[in-house]
DNA sequence: TTGTATGCGTTATCAG
DNA sequence: CTGATAACGCATACAA
């Protein structure tokens, strides 16, 4: 609780001087400096953030907007890793986090702006926003430096970081072409997602460029859940029993679908091949293991924090990074094998 | 970046009324505070939480001083549903959460009592610091609100919330020598750790209860890490053939122990049964199927951030809470067959 | 019911 | 090199 005003009072020196000793400033003495030091030290004093900050207008703060750091997505360790990618490269600048805790509920009592204001944040990270989300539009029109996760838009004060979600798509479908699959299906998140839609892209070029017609009925969303996946994916193989691959927009629906070929007596990859997406650390040990497409969400959220910080010190270097995911084969694709032989 | 001055200038009313207004006291006429409340909407006018708190002595700020929340635990989303929890928690009485992102190299530089005076944080939730962790010791030194996650260690001002590591590593190897399994190894983390202390506890209670002996070779470190678990695993099953079950403090430690089976060419539960801890979402994919001690680290988040804030009102009930947790069986324990025959 | 004056702990401006 | 003094935005005891 000691304050520089005790410093000073200790020391006899003013209190600008205790201030200006205690940041290093050159035009102070180097033995006035060595006593404030000493009874700063004595005193166990540490300077008050908030008065600084008042002052300073700078908290040395970034704000987390995240939806879903709550209960349902607990098994989604993606938000995670973002989080330690943002912490460690937080750290490494001396930037703390502020993890602003809002409920959907919450949402519509407090808007974007203002609770980046009233806590004073230099610069905001969000992430899982939805195309509809009125933070969003918020966030464009507000001066506050902002960094989007998954959502390419960008402008004077807000970048964007995120990875080749349609191109990787491509990929998966391309590998399962490349199988000799013809017949495929994909099960997406939802339309509110961006990621949802490059996804979504990415299959069509795939299709399109390999001259297979697809129909618009073996798309469908799975709202990014287990079961809702493999609900949808039952459906499916009933009605169209000539479709021998699924394409997953997330690796947590890949295991619906895996659930969904159980349900219907259907082997993976013998008469079922099938693609996720995420890697995350679960999908190894699926059965069989899943062959997705690995996004490096520690990376991204290490390369979020660094781009709010370069616009913090207002570098104009790139407001975007887009890095690139990874086919990861495993055992969940093979050739197809058409299962009335 | 309007402030009350601008709305007692707007209205022609004076700061405190302003103020008062704003803050809802009654002895402020509906007329004004509708006037004032309308100036404010204006003017977009949202609290200078900095100036605030500066004055109030309070930031409705909760710090969060977590070790592990970097790459390489990555993996554990153990950390993560502790903070889901703390998020949840502190969103519904309108606290944030603040990140102190502390590595173990800046750990030297400032200090516990430090990290928390300059962001002037009301109170401090503490995860995965070691027993020999000099921040242990600041806490209990400190005046700052405090509480540790699995670290029974109760004052003043620090509390605590852990879950019934003794009684559910008991019961853990009571399941193993309920199914007749009388040479029973142990893999703990490492010996800093409280929980590693208490989980041994548990275990050689349940031994000796059943007037089993046990070697103390057979109990060894394994750093809470799957590839350190299947060295020592390997090591103890090559020395000591006549083991036929291990009961390990953590689920990925549990994974090196199947690998060190398969390793040795030994079926699990065959030959060999196996007992995690934590319950990983994981564990149910694992080959086979993890039995495990299932700890809720959603409810442990919630409970600390409940427990704080309620010491934060300085209500004077229980400063600890432990949860229960709760043995899961399911494929990697089976009556035990000497490998022999 | 409203206004005046003061202080919270810092940094910044400008004199000495 | 050092020291008054004024901000920063807000809340509150005390007057009116």
């Given at each position: 609780?000691a304050?520089?005003?005790?410093?000073?009072q200790l020391?006899g020196?003013?209190?600008?001087?205790v201030?200006r000793?205690?940041?290093?400033?050159s035009?102070v003495?180097e033995?006035?400096?060595?006593?404030i030091?000493e009874?700063?030290e004595?005193?166990?004093y540490?300077?008050?953030?908030?008065?600084?900050?008042?002052?300073?207008?700078?908290?040395?703060?970034l704000?987390?907007?995240v939806s879903?750091?709550?209960?349902?997505?607990?098994?989604n360790?993606?938000?995670?890793?973002?989080?330690?990618?943002?912490?460690d490269?937080?750290?490494?600048?001396?930037?703390?986090?502020?993890?602003?805790?809002?409920n959907?509920?919450?949402?519509?009592?407090?808007?974007?702006t203002?609770l980046?204001r009233?806590?004073?944040?230099?610069?905001?990270i969000?992430q899982?926003?939805k195309t509809?989300?009125?933070?969003?539009?918020?966030?464009?029109?507000?001066?506050?430096?902002?960094?989007?996760?998954?959502?390419?838009?960008?402008?004077?004060?807000?970048?964007?970081?995120?990875?080749?979600h349609?191109?990787?798509?491509?990929?998966?479908?391309?590998?399962?072409?490349?199988?000799?699959?013809?017949?495929?299906?994909m099960?997406?998140?939802?339309?509110?997602a961006?990621?949802?839609?490059e996804?979504?892209?990415?299959?069509?070029?795939?299709?399109?460029?390999?001259g297979?017609?697809?129909?618009?009925?073996?798309?469908?969303?799975?709202?990014?859940?287990?079961?809702?996946?493999q609900?949808?994916?039952?459906?499916?193989?009933?009605?169209?029993?000539?479709?021998t691959a699924?394409?997953?927009?997330s690796?947590?629906?890949?295991?619906?679908?895996?659930?969904a070929?159980?349900?219907?007596?259907?082997?993976?990859p013998?008469?079922?091949?099938i693609?996720?997406?995420d890697?995350?650390?679960?999908?190894?040990?699926?059965?069989?293991p899943?062959?997705?497409?690995?996004?490096?969400?520690?990376?991204?959220?290490y390369?979020?924090?660094?781009?709010?910080?370069?616009?913090?010190?207002?570098?104009?270097?790139?407001?975007s990074?887009?890095?690139?995911?990874?086919?990861?084969l495993?055992?969940?694709?093979?050739k197809p094998?058409?299962?009335?032989?």
């Amino acid at each position: 609780m000691a304050t520089i005003k005790d410093i000073s009072q200790l020391t006899g020196f003013s209190i600008t001087t205790v201030s200006r000793a205690l940041n290093g400033y050159s035009d102070v003495s180097e033995s006035t400096r060595k006593l404030i030091k000493e009874a700063a030290e004595s005193l166990s004093y540490s300077p008050n953030g908030l008065a600084r900050g008042l002052v300073m207008k700078e908290t040395k703060t970034l704000g987390l907007l995240v939806s879903g750091m709550t209960y349902k997505n607990i098994d989604n360790n993606f938000v995670f890793e973002v989080l330690c990618g943002i912490n460690d490269s937080a750290a490494n600048s001396d930037y703390d986090l502020i993890l602003f805790s809002t409920n959907t509920a919450k949402q519509k009592m407090k808007t974007y702006t203002q609770l980046c204001r009233e806590r004073k944040v230099d610069g905001v990270i969000l992430q899982g926003v939805k195309t509809d989300d009125p933070y969003l539009q918020e966030v464009l029109d507000s001066d506050i430096p902002c960094v989007l996760i998954d959502i390419p838009i960008q402008s004077e004060n807000v970048g964007y970081v995120s990875t080749n979600h349609k191109e990787s798509a491509q990929a998966a479908v391309e590998h399962l072409i490349r199988l000799g699959h013809q017949k495929i299906a994909m099960i997406n998140g939802y339309p509110e997602a961006f990621v949802s839609k490059e996804r979504f892209e990415g299959f069509v070029t795939a299709m399109d460029q390999a001259g297979l017609n697809w129909k618009r009925e073996w798309v469908v969303n799975g709202d990014f859940t287990e079961e809702e996946a493999q609900h949808q994916a039952v459906k499916l193989l009933r009605a169209y029993p000539e479709i021998t691959a699924f394409f997953c927009a997330s690796d947590m629906m890949a295991l619906g679908v895996i659930k969904a070929a159980n349900e219907m007596g259907l082997s993976v990859p013998g008469q079922l091949s099938i693609v996720g997406f995420d890697d995350i650390p679960t999908a190894v040990y699926f059965q069989p293991p899943l062959t997705t497409i690995g996004q490096n969400m520690y990376q991204l959220g290490y390369e979020a924090a660094n781009l709010l910080m370069r616009m913090l010190k207002s570098e104009d270097s790139p407001k975007s990074n887009v890095l690139r995911n990874e086919l990861i084969l495993r055992s969940s694709t093979d050739k197809p094998h058409h299962r009335n032989i």
